[in-house]
């Protein structure tokens, strides 16, 4: 079974600073998506960056990026120029071929002004 | 277009009882879905409905069981509630089920479910 893994239960960053979330998931699948989404305190899961497991390019959303090593099944985001409004929990999901996420149980990311 | 809306946003039950929570996807997306999330675990994945059949299944028990619409809108349902069902849950809509495009998921605002 796919199993995703963040091991940072919390970090914090300055304002403008960079920060860089981890995570690593197992899967025996060579065709899959994985995904970082953002849940703010009022609950709503949004969408941050997705990356397509053939594409070797890194995916890239504004202020929002990840390195993806698909060798070592390591997939982090890292957040440049933070913002107040980055504050929120971040989930690392993996989509299997067959439509079912698996989320990692998350990493709650403080901003500091 | 409308997000994804989930009705009831709060509930409270006592053991025993039994709930329904319900879940109206965007527009056009055919499958539903949903998870339970609790502090420290995070997401688990429930169940997921496309074009009403149930198409994928996580590893919860009977009592947890769920249904689709031919309008996509889908209900889970909890029976005999214990002390440990106590958990936000989300319900999230895509346009399509499998295949190998990056399928987003749309999440709902959830429902807070406390069990007394």
């Known amino acids: 079974a796919q199993t995703v893994t963040q091991s940072q239960p919390e970090m914090s960053v300055q304002e403008a600073e960079t920060v860089t979330l981890s995570c690593t998931y197992d899967?025996?699948?060579?065709?899959?998506?994985l995904f970082w989404y953002k849940q703010p305190p009022s609950r709503q899961m949004i969408l941050v960056i997705r990356?397509?497991?053939?594409?070797?390019q890194n995916a890239t959303e504004n202020r929002f990026s990840v390195n993806f090593q698909k060798a070592a099944k390591s997939f982090s985001l890292k957040i440049s120029d933070s913002q107040l409004g980055d504050a929120a929990m971040y989930f690392c999901a993996y989509r299997s071929g067959v439509n079912q996420f698996y989320f990692g149980t998350g990493t709650s990311l403080t901003v500091i002004p | 277009k409308a997000g994804v809306t989930q009705t009831p946003r709060y509930l409270i039950k006592t053991r025993g009882q039994q709930v329904t929570l319900s879940c109206s996807p965007i527009?056009?997306?055919?499958?539903v879905s949903w998870y339970q999330q609790t502090p420290g675990q995070g997401l688990q994945f429930l169940f997921e409905?496309?074009?009403?059949?149930?198409?994928n299944k996580g590893n919860f028990p009977g009592r947890f069981s769920g249904r689709q619409f031919s309008n996509s809108r889908s209900e889970m349902n909890v029976s005999t509630l214990e002390l440990g069902d106590s958990a936000l849950y989300l319900c999230a809509s895509s346009l399509l089920s499998g295949g190998v495009r990056a399928n987003e998921q749309f999440f709902g605002p959830g429902t807070r479910l406390t069990v007394l």
């Open positions: 527009s056009g997306h055919r499958s």
């Open positions: 409905y496309f074009s009403e059949t149930q198409r």
């Open positions: 899967t025996s699948e060579s065709d899959y998506y």
């Open positions: 990356q397509e497991a053939y594409k070797q």
